[in-house]
């Protein structure tokens, strides 16, 4: 079986890490993929993983590559191809891919398509209004008190909300989006939503059109700095399972949540199949979504597929053919931590091509992997790529034990203007 991984990060690496440790491929390539993904190794032949040139949003490239080298089953991870319709191009060409639709993947790339769907469909979310035009979205803002999320539309890598206190600040934020374009088109229409307070997780469930299996509880850290201050990121940590949140309380969530959200999807006829993963705040009133996301998160990856014991292979082409109830998720006791490793400046302007030391050693501690994101290969060096560099992830019989172990892997690691958050997890213990 021949594999096509599509895109570059620190979620594509470990998509690629765990597909490769399925018996069933016998070739797997990454577009365009990165040095980490590339040193990886298939358990079915030993062969190694091969990265690709091919940007992960050069649709006809991709379609072009897929067929010439039969490829039996292509995994999407990034959310703009998915966007871009690339699933729908697969697939009229008869070619096995797992992610949702342009359709269905309009729950994470229109935040106010998705904001009327859970109106409509009763699925439990807060007071919110979109605009096209800047004064009428201030005057809304206004009758919030200036308390609220302003949310371009469209996709901005994980950094299109920006959080405001004030009247001021949100008139701020107004123009920031819809004026400035900071974030490009993304910000012609924008979602004001009223801010509530509680406590934010994460939900994945992998999804058939019909059937929806959820993933542990785990908690995501969007804001670069600790103690939850700075700027919103793409996350710069992550942990599960999450000790507060039992199974039951876990199966409850669920339940105000994907069943609504799956029911909705039938009656409006969206098959979705593929990942699903809302970020949903716990408040007295219950739980309420935030937004959807239509794609593994990154770096909740990370600690998922290091916890999973199924077959991912096997899972994907379940959640493709709609046969997913034939299927019970299986996970390690053990708990998972990634603590992201970042470029000086990020989530704003950083500097690329610092040279990158103490891999292996941190690699080689027992229960420790740790994945690329945004690294590139020169002259035999691991040099700085992006924003988010790497993603030191860790397994533990406990929450401390991974929590310790990722730390002092991440702490071998160096590179000119490196920095964590040191309080990963920190709040769970």
């Given at each position: 079986?021949?594999?096509l991984v599509?895109g570059?990060g620190?979620?594509?690496?470990?998509?690629?890490?765990k597909?490769?440790?399925?018996?069933?491929?016998?070739?797997?390539?990454?577009?365009?993929?990165?040095?980490?993904?590339?040193k990886?190794?298939?358990?079915?032949?030993?062969?190694?993983?091969?990265?690709v040139?091919?940007?992960?949003?050069?649709?006809?490239?991709?379609?072009e590559?897929?067929?010439?080298?039969?490829?039996?089953?292509?995994?999407?991870?990034?959310?703009n191809?998915?966007?871009?319709?690339i699933?729908d191009?697969?697939?009229?060409i008869?070619?096995?891919?797992w992610?949702p639709?342009q359709?269905?993947?309009?729950?994470?790339?229109?935040?106010?398509?998705?904001?009327?769907?859970?109106?409509?469909n009763?699925?439990?979310?807060?007071k919110?209004a979109?605009?096209?035009d800047?004064?009428?979205?201030?005057?809304f803002?206004?009758?919030?008190g200036?308390k609220?999320?302003?949310?371009?539309?469209?996709?901005a890598?994980?950094?299109?909300?920006?959080?405001c206190?004030?009247?001021?600040?949100?008139?701020l934020a107004?123009e920031q989006i819809?004026?400035?374009?900071?974030?490009?088109?993304?910000?012609t229409?924008?979602l004001?939503?009223e801010?509530?307070?509680?406590m934010e997780?994460?939900?994945?469930a992998?999804?058939d059109?019909?059937t929806?299996k959820?993933?542990p509880?785990?908690q995501d850290?969007?804001?670069?700095?600790?103690?939850?201050l700075?700027?919103?990121?793409g996350g710069?940590?992550?942990y599960?399972?999450v000790?507060?949140?039992?199974?039951?309380k876990?199966?409850e969530?669920?339940?105000?949540?994907?069943?609504?959200?799956l029911?909705?999807?039938?009656?409006e006829?969206?098959d979705f199949?593929?990942?699903?993963?809302?970020?949903?705040?716990?408040?007295?009133?219950?739980?309420?979504?935030?937004?959807?996301?239509?794609?593994?998160?990154d770096?909740?990856?990370?600690i998922?597929?290091?916890?999973?014991?199924?077959d991912?292979?096997d899972?994907?082409?379940?959640?493709i053919?709609?046969?997913?109830?034939?299927h019970?998720l299986?996970?390690t006791?053990?708990s998972?931590?990634?603590?992201?490793i970042a470029?000086?400046?990020y989530?704003?302007?950083?500097?690329?091509?610092?040279?990158?030391?103490?891999?292996?050693?941190?690699?080689?501690?027992?229960g420790v992997?740790?994945?690329?994101?945004?690294?590139?290969?020169?002259n035999?060096?691991?040099?700085?790529?992006?924003?988010r560099?790497?993603?030191?992830t860790a397994?533990?019989d406990n929450l401390?034990?991974?929590r310790?172990?990722?730390?002092?892997?991440?702490?071998?690691i160096?590179f000119?203007?490196?920095?964590?958050?040191k309080?990963?997890?920190a709040?769970?213990?």
């Open positions: 079986m021949k594999i599509i570059g620190g979620r594509e690496h470990t998509l690629v890490w597909l490769a440790q399925s018996l069933r491929p016998t070739k797997i390539w990454c577009a365009p993929g990165n040095p980490g993904i590339a990886e190794t298939l358990k079915s032949n030993n062969s190694t993983v091969e990265c040139e091919i940007g992960a949003e050069d649709i006809n490239s991709l379609l590559f897929a067929r010439n080298n039969k490829v039996d089953l292509t995994v999407v991870g990034p959310d191809p998915l966007a871009m319709g699933v191009k697969f697939q009229n008869g070619l096995q891919v992610g639709t359709q269905a993947a309009q729950f994470e790339s229109s935040k106010i398509f998705a904001q009327e769907f859970m109106d409509r009763g699925v439990p979310t807060m919110s979109s605009f096209k800047s004064e009428k979205a201030k005057t803002a206004s009758q919030l200036g609220c999320a302003v949310k371009a539309d469209g996709l890598l994980g950094k299109g909300v920006l959080i206190n004030s009247n001021d600040e949100a008139n107004i819809m004026t400035d374009r900071t974030f490009g088109d993304a910000g229409s924008v004001i939503q801010l509530i307070t509680g997780i994460s939900l994945h992998l999804c059109g019909k929806a959820l993933f509880s785990s850290h969007k804001r670069a700095l600790e103690n939850d700075g700027l919103n990121t710069m940590g992550t599960s399972p000790p507060f949140l039992k199974e039951d876990l199966s969530i669920a339940s105000a949540v994907i069943e609504p959200w029911s909705g999807c039938a009656r006829g969206i199949r593929g990942m699903i993963y809302p970020g949903i705040m716990l408040t007295d009133e219950g739980p309420k979504v935030l937004e959807f996301n239509a794609r593994f998160g770096p909740e990856t990370q998922y597929l290091t916890r999973l014991k199924n991912l292979v899972l994907f082409e379940a959640s053919n709609g046969t997913l109830d034939e019970e299986q996970w006791e053990q998972a931590v990634c603590v992201v470029s000086g400046g989530p704003s302007n950083y500097e690329k091509g610092k040279v990158i030391s103490g891999l292996e050693d941190a690699d080689a501690i027992p992997k740790v994945f690329h994101a945004g690294t590139k290969m020169v035999g060096e691991f040099l700085t790529a992006g924003g560099v790497l993603g030191v397994l533990g401390l034990l991974a310790n172990l990722a730390y002092e892997a991440a702490a071998m160096n000119d203007g490196a920095f964590i958050r309080d990963i997890a709040k769970a213990l």
